[in-house]
């Protein structure tokens, strides 16, 4: 996808302060730190839209941002970190169950991990409770400059046996480098609704 706007729309923590489900979505969620912020700027090609924190975990708020009027990514908290403190801890599955079993308009669900991490119990819970509730994810692993191009390879394979998938079904990506960034807007375009025809006969008065 060619991104010609991205801007923020806004944040929420209730379903009724969501925007209105009037577009596809695709969800972001990973562990804090993973790089979920910097994945999704890389992929609209901003710097800071989404804001890096030096204070990991704090915010648990489900952000809105809209591409192109066409589509908006969706920034989950981060979990897992261990210094939240434990309310806000306990309110994180809630809030974030809520969204994903409720928005009809949600398309996937990006899972993001660290390609030198093997994945916890955290992450493997997600791509289980997903799976329960039929909703499609789509595994990204980050900081691939991290690693060889050989090396890369072996942990994806490693990554993918945990978390019981088809490694062909997983993203190699670098936020620094911009690998794999076209690999993931392909896969995102596909799980995206087909585009109404354009009336380009005019018949319309
Ligand atoms: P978030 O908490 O998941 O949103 O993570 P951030 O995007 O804020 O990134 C956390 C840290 O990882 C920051 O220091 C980033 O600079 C670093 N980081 C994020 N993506 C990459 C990447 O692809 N490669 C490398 N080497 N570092 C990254």
Same mark, same amino acid.
């Given at each position: 996808m060619h991104v010609k706007s991205a801007t923020f729309v806004k944040s929420a923590v209730r379903p009724e302060h969501? !925007? %209105? *489900?009037d577009r596809p979505e695709i969800a972001f969620a990973g562990r804090? +730190?993973?790089g979920k912020s910097s994945l999704i700027n890389c992929l609209v090609n901003r710097r800071r839209l989404v804001k890096t924190s +030096?204070? %990991? &975990?704090?915010t648990q708020l489900i952000n809105f941002f809209d591409v192109n009027d066409a589509l908006h990514f969706v920034d989950l908290p981060g979990y &897992?970190? *261990? /210094?939240?403190p434990a309310s806000v801890q306990r309110n994180w599955r809630p809030m974030v169950e809520a969204y994903l079993a409720g928005r !009809?308009?949600? /398309? *996937?669900v990006v899972l993001i991990l660290d390609i030198r991490r093997t994945p916890r119990a955290e992450d493997l819970e997600l791509r289980t409770w997903l799976a329960s509730h039929s909703l499609a994810a789509l595994p990204i692993l980050t900081k691939a400059d991290k690693f060889s191009r050989q090396q890369q390879g072996k942990q994806l394979r490693g990554v993918a046996e945990s978390l019981g998938r088809? %490694?062909?079904?997983l993203i190699l990506f670098s936020a620094k480098s911009g690998q794999g960034r076209e690999a993931v807007w392909q896969a995102i375009d596909r799980l995206l609704p087909d585009p109404p025809p354009t009336d380009t006969e005019g018949t319309t008065p």
């Amino acid at each position: 996808m060619h991104v010609k706007s991205a801007t923020f729309v806004k944040s929420a923590v209730r379903p009724e302060h969501y !925007p %209105p *489900a009037d577009r596809p979505e695709i969800a972001f969620a990973g562990r804090s +730190n993973v790089g979920k912020s910097s994945l999704i700027n890389c992929l609209v090609n901003r710097r800071r839209l989404v804001k890096t924190s +030096n204070t %990991p &975990g704090r915010t648990q708020l489900i952000n809105f941002f809209d591409v192109n009027d066409a589509l908006h990514f969706v920034d989950l908290p981060g979990y &897992g970190y *261990a /210094r939240v403190p434990a309310s806000v801890q306990r309110n994180w599955r809630p809030m974030v169950e809520a969204y994903l079993a409720g928005r !009809p308009t949600l /398309r *996937a669900v990006v899972l993001i991990l660290d390609i030198r991490r093997t994945p916890r119990a955290e992450d493997l819970e997600l791509r289980t409770w997903l799976a329960s509730h039929s909703l499609a994810a789509l595994p990204i692993l980050t900081k691939a400059d991290k690693f060889s191009r050989q090396q890369q390879g072996k942990q994806l394979r490693g990554v993918a046996e945990s978390l019981g998938r088809d %490694p062909e079904s997983l993203i190699l990506f670098s936020a620094k480098s911009g690998q794999g960034r076209e690999a993931v807007w392909q896969a995102i375009d596909r799980l995206l609704p087909d585009p109404p025809p354009t009336d380009t006969e005019g018949t319309t008065p």
